[in-house]
């Protein structure tokens, strides 16, 4: 098994990732975000909302054991290490949110409901609970703004230099969900821009046995594009949300394979669209 990202080797740098709230975050606490390979010439720029499940001192354990902050409900399972494979055989830039969505879902916005999860598959966040407008803000500006910023930044770093390239967000799923069973293997979500998760998604089922869902296990309709919208859309930037079965990411075998089949279907379709 995998280790928890809690124990993974982290670095801090202000001017990479933008400053984040001191008052809300100790100073023996990581910065919020991990940027990987900022001077990646590759086609693509990547981000991971929900890379780790770190809680800030402040917060305690927001009333969750140490089992349920290793479960999904506290982060993407084999993620980060996903995020990491692929920003290094792509030669591209990624953003990965170091902190548990329970604290804040970067993926949503600060009024959404998601934003702050109380009931999470059956856990009870009691940290959440009755949080005031002040207390939302302030994890907004420490946990929200400094990935959104670090994504921007890249984005548009790319725009002003006229270079060709997508977006791409890494997450991944339950198998089942309230006892039913989801029987894909990895899925991709799009909405306005749909050309490159249409084209992995014809990759995958040309390429490999894989049961591949289109706009499954979620879509747009499940409020899961946020950061799809507001970084890549709003710019007209060509995206895609991956999602991978999180038991197909267990160990470091399975994510390198994971790995080498995205980085070879993303640079297929870089290569096809001259990026």
Aim: charged share 25%; proline share 4%.
């Amino acid at each position: 098994m995998l280790a928890s990202n809690q124990n993974r080797g982290e670095h801090k740098d202000p001017k990479d990732v933008g400053h984040y709230s001191q008052k809300f975050l100790s100073a023996d606490d990581p910065a919020p975000v991990n940027l990987l390979n900022k001077g990646g010439q590759g086609a693509f720029v990547l981000g991971c909302e929900h890379a780790g499940n770190r809680i800030p001192k402040a917060l305690g354990t927001l009333g969750l054991s140490d089992a349920e902050r290793t479960r999904h409900i506290a982060w993407d399972i084999g993620t980060a290490q996903l995020t990491e494979k692929l920003s290094e055989k792509l030669d591209s830039p990624a953003v990965l949110q170091r902190y548990s969505r329970l604290v804040y879902d970067c993926n949503r916005t600060l009024d959404h409901p998601g934003a702050f999860v109380i009931d999470a598959d059956g856990s009870h966040v009691s940290g959440n609970v009755k949080l005031s407008k002040e207390e939302k803000q302030q994890r907004e500006r420490a946990i929200y703004r400094p990935f959104h910023s670090g994504l921007s930044d890249l984005i548009d770093r790319r725009l002003r230099s006229g270079e060709r390239f997508s977006y791409v967000a890494v997450h991944s799923f339950n198998d089942q969900v309230r006892g039913e069973q989801r029987p894909w293997h990895i899925g991709f979500i799009y909405n306005q821009q749909p050309q490159l998760s249409r084209f992995l998604i014809d990759w995958f089922r040309s390429n490999t046995d894989y049961l591949v869902g289109d706009n499954q296990p979620y879509s747009p309709i499940d409020a899961v594009d946020h950061t799809l919208r507001v970084q890549a859309e709003a710019r007209s930037v060509p995206n895609t949300m991956i999602e991978v079965r999180n038991d197909l990411l267990q160990t470091e075998k399975q994510i390198e394979c994971w790995a080498t089949l995205l980085a070879q279907s993303l640079e297929d379709f870089a290569s096809a669209h001259n990026l």
